[in-house]
């Protein structure tokens, strides 16, 4: 409250400025960070029109109006599926599903352009009271469907090209594309296109950076005797994060477990992903403020696709060191890691690998290759907002691979309090004599650290 003019101390507020309950400056670092590595980049937006009849959908729209201002380029892809079913249901037409697919007869073509219309109508609306300028263009051109297995599809086309030049030029203008399911072949003839295979084209075509599907579901859900979902996944039910080889495996071996729906988003992120785009979200939109959360925030709070499982990971720069001492310090106070300077990271960056999701640090390990071709690993940390996401599995499998392809043949760690997350990623107790001598003369009987390794 400020106005009396004054403002609260976060000291007499009872806060501080670190710390769980004080002022979260880890958070504000983080937006600052995005904000300019978000501006002038591209971004599609799916959004299902059930979402129009939950409360939050203005404030959804409103979210979506503030990632424009600060300079994102935003173009809007509202599903109609919803609308549509409405619409032929008062007019009493029939348009049925085929694998869920929809059969665009004549008679129910108009009634899927009012639909259509109908959706995109709200949208301008919104966008409109919150100050931003929409536009709805034809500009991508569609090809019918066709005859598929004796069955013809008639108006139900896919996508054959977008405009890029077109949509480029309105986001110049700092105008917010919406295209809508609708699609013209090059005489004029009209077809209904999948919302969702719309995105994923108009994302591959302009390269977007991110490409949300917002609906009404958390995410991907968790399958049963999934291996590569974490704790943190199975008991909220949703993975936090796939990437293509994990999204391969769930279509190849648990399909039977997966809805059509999520197949199908499984299948178009995994193709979005392999043609570049960076990362694709699937959000519940009915959550208050989920798509500023998922976009500044590297926690997450749907399922994130990206193209490879490693691709957050990377070596230790000497920009890194200030963020490791960081991440380290609880553990440090928890007595789990031994105190270390900068002065000492900065000797050993070398043997350092991070876990760095856009400008946020999530985790840290080091890998340290002796000449017998042992190795050790060692202080693997990550950052407590970020427990439970699989990060510090990731970084172990990265560091092994790096020792496999060294030569390396055991990998040895000292653990005094965490010898049970160990195990769980493939090492197992060990004495001192599979370190190299150098190593067990410096090993230290006051901490009675435990001994760990793997062999390939």
Known sequence: MEGNGKRKSAKAAGQTLA?????PVQSIREVFGYLRRYRDQVFVLKIDDHLMSKPLFSLLIKDIVLLQKIGVRVILVPGAKHSIDKVLKTYRVNSPMKDEVRITTEEAMPLVKLGASNVTNVVL?????????????NW????AMGVLNGL???????????????INNMLDDRLIPIVPNIGWNLVGRDYNLSSSELAVAIAKALRATKLFFIGVDTGIPVVPDCDFADAGEKASGYFSNLDLEEGNILLRDFSHSLKAEHRELVSLAMDACAAGVDRVHFIDGSLDGILLQEVFSSAGHGTMFYANQYDKIRPAKASDIP???RIMQPYVDDGVLIQRSADTLAQELDNFAVYKIDTTLHGCAALKIYPDKSAELYAVVVDSGFTGQGTGRKIISY????????????????TTQTSDFFMRNGFREAGLSV???ERQAEYNPDRNSRVLAVTF
């Open 19 to 23: 710390g769980q309950s004080g002022f």
């Open 125 to 137: 609306s919104l966008l409109t009271e919150n100050g931003a300028n929409g536009v709805v263009g």
């Open 140 to 143: 991508v051109r569609a090809r």
């Open 152 to 166: 013809d599809y008639q108006h139900t086309g896919r996508v054959e090209k977008v405009d890029v030049a077109l």
């Open 323 to 325: 963020e490791i001492l």
């Open 399 to 414: 560091l092994l691979d790096k020792a496999r392809k060294a030569g390396v043949k055991t990998v040895f760690l000292l």
């Open 435 to 437: 370190m190299p001598p």
